[in-house]
C-alpha cells in the first residue's frame, strides 16, 4: 500500500537557499518549456521536450546544474501531465480546456524527487542528491518500508517533504477497544 508521510523540514539558511534555487529551476524550466512549445507552428510531445532541454535549456542556464538533475527534468513529466489534460479536455469538448499556465514565483513551490536514489531518510534528518549535509526533519517517518518519492514544498515561508512509501504495516482500522459516549448537553 502506497501512503505519503508529510514532515515540516528544519533546514540551516545554506540548505534553505538550495531548496530555493531548486524549486526556482523546476519553474524557470517548466515556464521556458511552455514558453517555447506555446509559438506558432511547435507541436507538443515529451520526446522534442526532453530534445530541446538538452540541446538548449541546459546550454543556455548553466546554473541548472546546481540542483539535481532530476528536479529540472520533472518539469518536463509535469509539463507533459498539463499538456495531457489540456488535450483530453479539448477531446470531451469542455467549455473551457484550461490550458497549461505559466507558474509564478511564491505560489504553489515544489519540486520532487521520484527516484529512490536521490534520496534518503534516516532517522529524523533527509539527504538530497546535490546538497552536501542532512536536512532536519520534525519527526521520523511514521511508517517502514521502502520510499519511493519525495516532494519537496515550499507553504508560507517553510519547507515541508511529502514521502511516499511502500509499505504493509499500515492498518487504517480502529483498535479494537471499547468506545465511550460523553454527551456535552447536560448541565448538573
Request: charged share 25%.
Amino acid at each position: 500500500m502506497l501512503i505519503a508521510h508529510k514532515i515540516e523540514l528544519r533546514p540551516t539558511p545554506e540548505q534553505a537557499d538550495y531548496l530555493n534555487q531548486a524549486c526556482g529551476a523546476r519553474r524557470h524550466c517548466y515556464n521556458q518549456l511552455l514558453a517555447h512549445f506555446s509559438q506558432p507552428g511547435v507541436k507538443w510531445s515529451k520526446a522534442a521536450a526532453y530534445q530541446h532541454y538538452m540541446t538548449v535549456l541546459r546550454i543556455q542556464f548553466p546554473w541548472y546544474a546546481e540542483v539535481s538533475s532530476r528536479v529540472t527534468r520533472n518539469a518536463i513529466d509535469d509539463l507533459d501531465a498539463a499538456f495531457k489534460g489540456f488535450f483530453r479536455r479539448v477531446k470531451a469538448k469542455a467549455k473551457q480546456p484550461g490550458y497549461p499556465q505559466f507558474k509564478k514565483k511564491d505560489v504553489n513551490e515544489a519540486f520532487a524527487l521520484r527516484e529512490p536514489a536521490k534520496f534518503d531518510v534516516d532517522g529524523r534528518t533527509l539527504r538530497i542528491e546535490r546538497l552536501k549535509t542532512r536536512i532536519a526533519m520534525r519527526q521520523p517517518l511514521r511508517f517502514t518500508g521502502q520510499t519511493k518519492q519525495a516532494t519537496i514544498s515550499k507553504r508560507a515561508g517553510r519547507f515541508y517533504v511529502s514521502i511516499l512509501v511502500d509499505t504493509e504495516d499500515y492498518n487504517p482500522q480502529a483498535p479494537d477497544q471499547p468506545s465511550v459516549g460523553v454527551d456535552f448537553g447536560i448541565k448538573a
